[in-house]
């Protein structure tokens, strides 16, 4: 839905706890998009697939 001029990583926050860490994520499910090295936009919250579509298009 998002590719080739997005892509979504997921990150597991207890196999990279300092990751976790730098990038201040203190709830889980968090979407943080980024766009030329910096944050752009922060959502907490489950979301279904259509629904973060949606968001990541807005957020850029």
């Known amino acids: 839905?998002?590719?080739?001029?997005m892509?979504?990583?997921k990150l597991s926050t207890e196999?990279?706890?300092a990751v976790a860490q730098e990038f201040r994520i203190s709830s889980i499910p968090?979407?943080?998009l980024?766009?030329?090295g910096a944050?752009?936009?922060r959502q907490s919250g489950v979301m279904p697939a259509r629904?973060?579509?949606?968001?990541?298009r807005r957020a850029v």
Do not use: H, K, N, S
């Open 15 to 17: 196999e990279a706890p």
């Open 30 to 32: 968090t979407l943080a």
């Open 51 to 56: 629904q973060i579509a949606d968001w990541a």
């Open 1 to 5: 839905m998002l590719e080739p001029g």
């Open 39 to 41: 944050e752009r936009a």
């Open 7 to 9: 892509r979504l990583v």
């Open 34 to 36: 980024f766009a030329g």
